[in-house]
């Protein structure tokens, strides 16, 4: 039995380069510094943390907010947004 997916639309690859200006770097560690102040003082994310099981299709589905983003997991696939605006960010493997 086949299930009916969300499916993401095709993004181009964020990843870091090796040769990100200063004012990048200073950009992305504000970020990250305002990312905890915000968890700091408990504001919230859209999102709380939280593992849910679903009884009926059997899915794991599990939230974590960080510093720089939320991490949606899907029966082991990760799913990235960013902590500030919200945008899909990109997807990783969970371990």
């Known amino acids: 039995m086949e299930r009916d997916c969300l499916r993401f ?22 970020r990250e510094f305002l990312g905890k102040v915000l968890n700091y003082f408990g504001i919230p994310n859209p999102v709380a943390d939280v593992v849910i099981t679903d009884q009926l299709t059997g899915c794991m589905i599990e939230v974590k907010s960080r510093s720089l983003y939320t991490k949606l997991s899907v029966n082991g696939r990760d799913y990235y ?8 960010g990109g997807t990783g493997s969970g371990c």
Request: charged share 30%.
């Open 9 to 30: 639309p095709d993004r181009k690859s964020r990843q870091a380069s090796n040769d990100a200006t200063g004012i990048q770097v200073l950009i992305g560690r504000a």
């Open 81 to 88: 947004f960013d902590r500030l605006t919200g945008k899909f």
